[in-house]
T-cell receptor, first 115, second 111 residues
Framework: DAMVIQNPRYQVTQFGKPVTLSCSQT?????MYWYQQKSSQAPKLLFH???????NEADTPDNFQSRRPNTSFCFLDIRSPGLGDAAMYLC??????????????FGDGTRLSIL | EDQVTQSPEALRLQEGESSSLNCSYT??????LFWYRQDPGKGPEFLFT???AGEEKEKERLKATLTKKESFLHITAPKPEDSATYLC????????????FGSGTRLSIRP
């Protein structure tokens, strides 16, 4: 089945130690998103790639970066994680730019813990 | 400002007890409204897209409806496996690709 795959499912890192989360998709969607979700809250959009164009949300901390080397893969880099960055990180994809308004499809997330 | 509000925050029902979840929205123009189901420790799973007032979509025990100001997710004779958080999201006309989520309704069905 075509899908969105996130690795790892669980990640533990130390305070201030850089960490990278990965996402891959077999849907051939042109848009990829990264969300942060804390307990009992809505997913919060960090940034998204529309094709190769990077779109950062105004309130996304500089500590968060992203790379999209090709259509299928996208990475989230947290340069110096703080305790407040402990959360579930969700990757999503969609096909935009068509007449049909396509929904976003989500991976199962990476649960990040900070020691 | 575009906004999505879901109510109630949490809902506990007895198995078989039908009810509705509400999603109220204010957007400059609605391009689409989406319902998702999220189980603990998992990503949101897509359920429905609604585009215009009066539209309805159904899937098993779930039916989603849309008016110009709100959407309802009706759950008929729910079972314990319907327990999850249900998220509503809207895509405004001003956005080619982004959606705005509500904070969700946590639904719990007791056997």
């Amino acid at each position: 089945d075509a899908m969105v795959i996130q690795n790892p499912r669980y990640q533990v890192t130390q305070f201030g130690k850089p960490v990278t989360l990965s996402c891959s998709q077999t849907l051939n969607h042109n848009v990829m998103y990264w969300y942060q979700q804390k307990s009992s809250q809505a997913p919060k959009l960090l940034f998204h790639y529309y094709d190769k164009d990077f779109n950062n949300e105004a309130d996304t901390p500089d500590n968060f970066q992203s790379r999209r080397p090709n259509t299928s893969f996208c990475f989230l880099d947290i340069r110096s994680p703080g305790l407040g960055d402990a959360a579930m990180y969700l990757c999503a994809t969609s096909r935009a730019g068509t007449e049909d308004d396509q929904p976003q499809h989500f991976g199962d997330g990476t649960r990040l813990s900070i020691l | 400002e575009d906004q999505v509000t879901q109510s109630p925050e949490a809902l506990r029902l007895q198995e078989g007890e039908s009810s509705s979840l509400n999603c109220s929205y204010t957007v400059s123009g609605l391009r689409g409204l989406f319902w998702y189901r999220q189980d603990p420790g998992k990503g949101p799973e897509f359920l429905f897209t609604l585009y215009s007032a009066g539209e309805e979509k159904e899937k098993e025990r779930l039916k989603a409806t849309l008016t110009k100001k709100e959407s309802f997710l009706h759950i008929t004779a729910p079972k314990p496996e319907d327990s999850a958080t249900y998220l509503c999201a809207v895509r405004p006309y001003s956005s080619a690709s982004k959606i705005i989520f509500g904070s969700g309704t946590r639904l719990s069905i007791r056997p």
